[in-house]
Structures are given as structure tokens and as C-alpha cells.
């Protein structure tokens, strides 16, 4: 299939968006071993013509070529921004130049975002939830669904076609030799790192969003990155719920460590034995370099409480667990608690650093650390142990 063109999706529905199959890193971020693609879709009425979503700054050319295949852009009555960030509303002040009668159909929070992003005065009609546009035969509808994945995210259905435009949910970066995703069977995996990457936190708002839509007739998914979906479409909705819904756990007390020396180690076991004698808290102790990122999210978002054992190397906090500490922002743990630990040579900074960080991402740290010059003497293991039953005891709480 050819890309390089626009694309007929359905009759009246075309794809105009742009293709970037050498993209190896997204926002800078996350890995793209396949590319991406920024999708923008027409949608023509008896009456109107709409365009949802733009594509990214710089590829304004090749839009307004697809585009422009498709109808007159001075014809386009709507720009749909189902979503602001600049990769869908990167030409959307060019598209409103060449497009002098369009007005923009979003959210409020996408109309605050937008003008702190086009400095000029925006024609802009906010839409609320469940309102509709009438395209002369087709009828847009607008679902809002905040945090998928930013708060000013909408959902635009074409009602009449069983047409659902989710913008970066249910997409994927996967950039292949088709439009269609059942024509790419192999990309089901890039869908979900995608999940993991970006809606992952956003587990709820998953729920909420598939929950509003899942009784409406959609027999076409159209995201803004990757294939279009329009095979069991509801499978796919379902498959974002499976990932969304949490594994049901005991109360967990999760105690993540470094230990060059055995150390902090030992610290570790005294921290997971005095929690486990608390009892009905599940305590799970595991050195962050043996664990996966993919099994690390899932610990992470089942835990109740923390105990991060730290030793200090450099004046600082080792970077495996400077990245398990970056990994706590893209997940939504159960709980919120944390305490830390950790052995040290001369200084002994990590601890302190680490709290910082924890409670600069909304962290509660109750407790004072746990710190020993090189090996834990008894006494700093009874304040360890005391330190996990106090994790555990607040766990229960
Ligand atoms: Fe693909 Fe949140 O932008």
C-alpha cells in the first residue's frame, strides 16, 4: 500500500496524515524501532467538510499535498484537535491560514493549551461531552476523556459510519507497508510498548474512556499514530481494558536495593524480615538489576509502600536506581509511602537525594532513613527491621 498519498479509509473518510519510518526515538523518549506515524483523517458531510487531527511541525508540505487531494483546504469547515500536543497541532496555524472559514472543535483544556501555543486569536468552539456537529448526513460526536494521555484529550465519533478517532489511544509508533492493522499482525507488540510507554499511568482514565464508548457501534478505530483499526474493534477496545485493569494483590510492602558489597543487601533482609513479621502484608525484595522494566512497572503499580535501599557510590545514587526512580513517574502505584536505606563509605548522599526525588514526585516518606557506614552493625539491622515493620504497619493501616 502507498502511503505517500491520501488514502480512502471508507467512502467519505480519507487519511491525509504523514509517515516518519525513520524515527528511532519519540518525544526524545521512547524507542521507535518502526517509525511513527502522525494521522490526520477528512471527513466529509453533504454539507461540511472536518479535519481531525493535524500532523507534526515541519511536515507541512506533504499534508497540504494529501489534503489538498482530497478537498480545497479554503472548503474545510472543522479542525478537530481531539489533542494538543505538537505533533497532532503542529501545522494547525498553517492549516487555519489556508483554511480561512475553519473553526476549531476541542476541549477546554485544548482551547488553554492552544493559546499558549498559537499567539494569536484562535476560532475556537469548545465542545462538552456527548455534543454534536452536524456535517450534512454524518454526525461528529465528542467524548471527552481526560488523561489519555493529557488532560485536554477528546474522542470524536462519526456516529453514522460507527467511525471512533481516540487520537494516541489504541495507536501505536508503527510505521509498515499498510494503513490496515489486521494487514500488520505484527505489530501488536509495538501497540502495546506504546500502552507501556505512554498511557500506562493513566490506567483509570483507560477504564473510564472504554467504559463511555464500549456500548456505542464502532466499527473503525482511528488513532493518531500507526495502523487504523477496523477489524474487531471492539476486541481492541476489550484489550486496552485487560491491560488497564489492576491484578488483585495482597497489601504489599515492595523493598527495591543496590548492594555493591553486600551491604545494603543485608539491610534489604532485615527491612523485608521485619515487615514480613507484621503478617497479612505481602513483602517482595528484589536487587533492581535483576529485574526486568516490564516486571519492575507491574511490582510498582502493585505496591502499597516502598523501601528503596540505597547505597551511596560518587556522592550520589547509583544510576540503575536513579532509573527505577524515573520508572515511579511512568506507572501509578497503589500506594504512596516510602522509606529509605542504604550503606556508604565516607559521605552518604543517596538517601537524602532519593527523598528528595520521592517526595518531588508526591511521595510521603514518614520515616527517617536507615544509614550505615560501610557494614550494618546489629543494632543498625534492628532499626532496619524496625524500619520494614513500620512500612508494614502502615501498609495495614
Ligand atoms: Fe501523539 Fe500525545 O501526542
Known amino acids: ?17 504523514v509517515t516518519d519510518p525513520g524515527l528511532r526515538l519519540f518525544d526524545d523518549l521512547y524507542p521507535t524501532d518502526h517509525g511513527t506515524t502522525y494521522n490526520a483523517y477528512v471527513v466529509k458531510g453533504r454539507d461540511k467538510v472536518a479535519v481531525v487531527d493535524t500532523v507534526k511541525h515541519g511536515r507541512e ?33 498553517e492549516a487555519l491560514k489556508r483554511s480561512p472559514k475553519a473553526t476549531i472543535l476541542c476541549s477546554q ?36 476523556v481526560p488523561f489519555l494521555h493529557w488532560p485536554d484529550t477528546i474522542f470524536t465519533q462519526l456516529v453514522e459510519d460507527g467511525a471512533l478517532f481516540t487520537c494516541d489511544a489504541f495507536g501505536a509508533h508503527y510505521c509498515g507497508r499498510s494503513i490496515w492493522a489486521d494487514e500488520l499482525p505484527e505489530y501488536v507488540p509495538d501497540m502495546h510498548f506504546y500502552f507501556d510507554s505512554i498511557i500506562r499511568p493513566f490506567k483509570a482514565q483507560v477504564l473510564a474512556a472504554v ?35 489492576p491484578r ?44 526486568p522494566t516490564p516486571e519492575l512497572r507491574d511490582l510498582v503499580e502493585e505496591a502499597d509502600a516502598f523501601a528503596f535501599g540505597i547505597p551511596t557510590i560518587n556522592k550520589d545514587v547509583p544510576k540503575p536506581m536513579w532509573e527505577v526512580l524515573a520508572q515511579l513517574s511512568t506507572v501509578k502505584p497503589r500506594g504512596n509511602v516510602a522509606a529509605l536505606f542504604g550503606s556508604y563509605g565516607w559521605s552518604g548522599e543517596a538517601c537524602k537525594l532519593a527523598e528528595e526525588r520521592l517526595k518531588g514526585i508526591g511521595f510521603k516518606v514518614p520515616f ?24 508494614a504497619e502502615a501498609v495495614r493501616r
Not at 497540504?64 to 489533542?83: G, M, T
Not at 487504523?228 to 471492539?234: F, G, Q
Not at 488483585?248 to 521485619?274: I, R
Request: glycine content about 8%; proline content about 6%; aromatic content about 6%.
Open 211 to 245: 467504559a463511555k464508548v464500549k456500548g456505542q457501534r464502532i466499527g473503525l478505530i482511528l488513532p493518531s499514530h500507526g495502523p487504523v483499526i477496523r477489524r474487531n474493534a471492539h476486541e481492541v477496545l476489550e484489550r486496552y481494558e485487560t491491560w488497564s485493569t
Open 61 to 93: 508540505e506533504e499534508f497540504f499535498a494529501k489534503l489538498s487531494r482530497v478537498v480545497d483546504p479554503a472548503q474545510v469547515d472543522y479542525y478537530v484537535v481531539n489533542h494538543t500536543e505538537p505533533d497532532h497541532s503542529g501545522v494547525l496555524a
Open 368 to 391: 527517617p532513613a536507615v544509614r550505615a557506614q560501610f557494614s550494618p552493625r546489629p543494632e543498625t539491622l534492628e532499626q532496619c527491621r524496625e524500619l520494614g515493620r513500620s512500612l
Open 1 to 17: 500500500m502507498d502511503l505517500s498519498g491520501a488514502i480512502e479509509l471508507h467512502p467519505g473518510i480519507h487519511w491525509v496524515g
Open 248 to 291: 488483585q494483590t495482597d497489601p504489599t510492602l515492595l523493598v527495591l536495593y543496590l548492594s555493591p558489597h553486600h551491604n545494603t543487601a543485608a539491610m534489604a533482609e532485615a527491612v523485608a524480615a521485619g515487615g514480613a513479621a507484621v503478617g497479612g502484608v505481602r513483602v517482595l525484595r528484589h536487587h533492581v538489576n535483576d529485574l
Open 109 to 144: 483544556g485544548a482551547k488553554n493549551f492552544l493559546a499558549n501555543q498559537i499567539h494569536e486569536p484562535l476560532p475556537i468552539r469548545v465542545v462538552k461531552e456527548g455534543e454534536t456537529v452536524d456535517l450534512g448526513g454524518r454526525t461528529l460526536k465528542f467524548w471527552l
